[in-house]
């Protein structure tokens, strides 16, 4: 018997999340990029604010498809597979729109570009859980997910400087070979791990597992553990199974209300503050703040659950959050309080947020895994499509920020609830 829950983890184990968390760049990168190039591309190319919103739109389309479409084959085909495939869409994509000369090339680019982070970003979860033990499971899945604030703000102060300097264009050649260099790491160190050659069963299967866990200094095996009947079920069927259905229905709601106040709060944050007074330099500061918090509590949520338990922590994370939602919208508020609390609400709502990953890590066994992680993250985000969108229309009507911020940190504590009444001896 393979006893990888207890033994310490090695440093090809390490590498393995690692690479995780590096890939988890992409969407802190992608985001952001689209973000502080945005008035350069329409300067440049003569755009409306709609046609550009086809530009923001059409990525997000496309990660939507990849967690719905692409995701759910690395349970099929191997996360390695798919890791490949899927980051190679992003440099596709990152090149593409940097030489692209035409609109319709940068949405078809920008379209490729997010097939291929909803492709991976399932995937990573799936391969994190995989590759640690017990002990460090519920933190590197968690760690994991601060890469997306780390390649935001990497990418905000990268943008920041060398557009002015060198255009728009830049960015996304820069951007290309960053994913280039990323999808070299993919193919030389990026495996399946010993759950998923378990669990498809193949040839050279013992031959697989032995050579991993050479690399893993552990001890090699005899013959191919048996799994289960009840784990052999694969596909989104499984999803709703007797045993899943239930909790699939609420980790789905709880995904939707998260995604739409996140993806609002990382979308309006730094024009809320430019609006209040702020000088654009510091406004980005705020929105670059948020994701320090971000970083902060994405890293740390993990840890908390492994500790008290994932429900009762990210139960927890959102009802603070939602309290310093409303002391945000009842404060008068000067510049230095903005950072602190823009800072807490970073740490707070997206950290809490990203405990869903570790959860659904938990919840859902290795067969499964990425099927439930990708339609998951795809329901959610049409939550993140509808929240900005809805922002921007309240506040074209008039509605105030206090009122805003009240509205939209209801949201947490629908989360907070459908995770808490989640129903499962793993979590």
Not at 338 to 367: C, D
Not at 401 to 421: T, V, Y
Request: glycine share 10%; aromatic share 14%.
């Amino acid at each position: 018997m393979i006893e990888l829950e207890k033994q310490a983890m090695s440093n090809f184990q390490w590498l393995i999340v690692a690479i995780c968390f590096i890939l988890n760049f992409n969407d802190g990168i992608d985001v952001l990029i689209v973000s502080f190039s945005s008035t350069e591309i329409i300067a440049d190319w003569g755009l409306s604010k709609v046609e550009m919103g086809y530009i923001f739109s059409i990525g997000l389309a496309g990660m939507t498809l990849g967690a719905f479409l692409i995701a759910p084959q690395a349970d099929k085909i191997g996360r390695r597979n798919i890791f490949i495939i899927a980051v190679g869409m992003i440099t596709m994509g990152m090149f593409g729109v940097g030489f692209s000369d035409k609109y319709s090339l940068m949405l078809i680019f920008r379209f490729l570009t997010g097939l291929g982070i909803g492709g991976i970003l399932p995937t990573m979860a799936a391969t994190a859980a995989e590759f640690s033990n017990q002990k460090y499971r519920d933190f590197n899945v968690g760690l994991v997910q601060a890469g997306w604030p780390i390649g935001a703000i990497l990418t905000g102060l990268f943008c920041a400087k060398y557009i002015p300097i060198y255009g728009w264009h830049s960015a996304f050649i820069a951007a290309g070979v960053v994913a280039f260099f990323m999808w070299l790491l993919v193919i030389f160190f990026m495996t399946d791990s010993v759950e998923f050659i378990i669990n498809h069963n193949s040839d050279n299967a013992l031959s697989k597992i032995n050579k991993l866990l050479q690399k893993m200094k552990l001890q090699p095996i005899s013959e191919v553990p048996q799994i289960s009947k009840e784990k052999q079920e694969a596909g989104i069927k499984a999803l709703f199974s007797e045993y899943y259905k239930t909790n699939t229905l609420k980790i789905w709601l709880g995904a939707f209300f998260g995604f739409l106040t996140l993806y609002t709060l990382m979308s309006w944050v730094p024009n809320i503050a430019k609006d209040s007074g702020m000088p654009f330099k510091l406004a980005t500061y705020v929105g670059i703040m948020l994701n320090i918090g971000a970083a902060l509590g994405s890293a740390s949520i993990g840890a908390f659950g492994s500790k008290f338990g994932m429900r009762q922590v990210i139960f927890a994370f959102m009802i603070i959050a939602f309290l310093i939602m409303q002391i945000y919208a009842f404060s008068n508020l000067t510049t230095s309080l903005i950072f602190v609390l823009v800072l807490f609400i970073g740490f707070f709502v997206q950290g809490g947020f990203n405990g869903i990953w570790p959860t659904l890590s938990r919840l859902y066994h290795a067969q499964i895994r990425a099927t439930g992680v990708g339609f998951t993250v795809g329901i959610g985000r049409f939550g993140a499509i509808l929240g900005p969108l809805l922002f921007g229309y309240l506040s074209d009507s008039g509605m105030s920020i206090k009122m805003l911020f009240i509205i939209f940190s209801l949201p947490l504590l629908a989360m907070g609830a459908c995770i808490w009444f989640l129903k499962s001896d793993k979590l």
